[in-house]
């Protein structure tokens, strides 16, 4: 069973930088899809970006295309979440969360491993 936690997560001003980590602190990211969700304030769940481990495939929300970067170390075996360019809409607590390579993993019902979440807030 694999237990990710995420890092990185504050407060930034609009057009700036933060870059999120998500590290499994039990198990590993092998033969797994990896994939950020955040829930913004008094709104549903939403998914931001996926990356099927070993990097065959990554993919993201298109409001953030162009702006977030998904990324994998396997060495370390992490995943990270470059965001630049953030707006006051990305505010949200980001969740990384850890399923099987096959499914519907645009859904987070695909995902059974999650972590405890970031806040990241974006000021203007």
């Known amino acids: 069973q694999v237990q990710p936690v995420e890092s990185g997560g504050g407060l930034v001003q609009v057009g700036g930088s933060l870059r999120l980590s998500c590290a499994a602190s039990?198990?590993?990211?092998?033969?797994?899809?990896i994939a950020w969700f955040r829930r913004p304030p008094g709104k549903e769940i939403q998914f931001v970006a996926l990356?099927?481990?070993?990097?065959?495939?990554?993919d993201y929300r298109d409001s953030v295309k162009g702006r977030f970067t998904i990324s994998e170390d396997s060495a370390e075996n992490k995943v990270f979440l470059q965001m630049n360019n953030l707006k006051p809409e990305d505010t949200a607590v980001y969740y990384c969360?850890?399923?099987?390579?096959?499914?519907?993993?645009?859904?987070?019902?695909?995902?059974?491993?999650w972590g405890q979440g970031t806040q990241v807030t974006v000021s203007s």
């Open positions: 990356t099927l481990w070993d990097g065959y495939r990554t």
């Open positions: 039990r198990g590993t990211f092998s033969d797994s899809n």
């Open positions: 969360a850890v399923g099987p390579r096959r499914g519907n993993y645009y859904y987070y019902t695909h995902y059974p491993y």
